[in-house]
Structure formats: structure tokens, C-alpha cells
Nanobody, 121 residues
Framework: QVQLVESGGGLVQAGGSLRLSCAAS????????MGWYRQAPGKQRELVAS???????NYADSVTGRFTISRDSAKNLVDLQMNSLKPEDTAVYYC???????????????WGQGTQVTVSS
């Protein structure tokens, strides 16, 4: 079992910054991928950014250049630095942990409870 606890959400004006943090605990395997997803009302949950144990990152086109994901594997922490925030970034942000089979099939997947990010105009 893996537990994920998010923090750092809040209300910010357009152009501002927030830093989200996710702390993982439990039976954590060294080979894993962690990341952030978000879901706005009436929309599908979408990937924001992910990072492997080796440091390989993946970003949504809409956040590339504005957001930065990082991790401290020794401490089982993953952060998302969000700069130049836009109203369309408003959503509930969820931390994710999973492992991969054949480099693409997810298993042992866990989610945090979510943290609200609201960006005002």
C-alpha cells in the first residue's frame, strides 16, 4: 500500500505562482513514476507532468515552460512548481504513483486525495 498526501494548493491571481508537494509513504518500490494530474469541472482528468525514478519528465503541452516537476526519491517527495498561472489552470490537482510493466502498462497505481488550485483573472 502507498499513501499520497498533497499540499500547497490555494487561490492565486493570474501570473502568480504556487508550489504543490506530494509526500509518499508505505511500500514504495524504487522503480516508479510519480506525477500530477488535474481535473476541472466538466472535463476529463488530464496529465499535467510526470517524472520517473531516473528523472525522465513528461509535460502537458499547455504547461510546458511554465511548470516544473521534480522529485527527491530518497525522501519520496515530488513537487510541482507552477509559474505564470492562468485561469485555465484552475482545477483539482491529484498526485499519482504507479509502476510499469513493459514500460507502458500501469499497475500498483495510487492517487492522492486532491488539492484545489484556483487562479483568478
Amino acid at each position: 500500500q502507498v499513501q499520497l498526501v498533497e499540499s500547497g494548493g490555494g487561490l492565486v491571481q493570474a501570473g502568480g505562482s504556487l508550489r504543490l508537494s506530494c509526500a509518499a509513504s508505505g511500500s514504495i518500490f524504487s522503480l516508479n513514476t510519480m506525477g500530477w494530474y488535474r481535473q476541472a469541472p466538466g472535463k476529463q482528468r488530464e496529465l499535467v507532468a510526470s517524472i520517473t525514478n531516473g528523472g525522465s519528465t513528461n509535460y502537458a503541452d499547455s504547461v510546458t515552460g511554465r511548470f516544473t516537476i521534480s522529485r527527491d526519491s530518497a525522501k519520496n517527495l515530488v513537487d510541482l512548481q507552477m509559474n505564470s498561472l492562468k485561469p485555465e489552470d484552475t482545477a483539482v490537482y491529484y498526485c499519482n504513483y504507479h509502476r510499469l510493466v513493459l514500460g507502458r502498462i500501469r499497475y500498483d497505481e495510487y492517487w492522492g486525495q486532491g488539492t484545489q488550485v484556483t487562479v483568478s483573472s
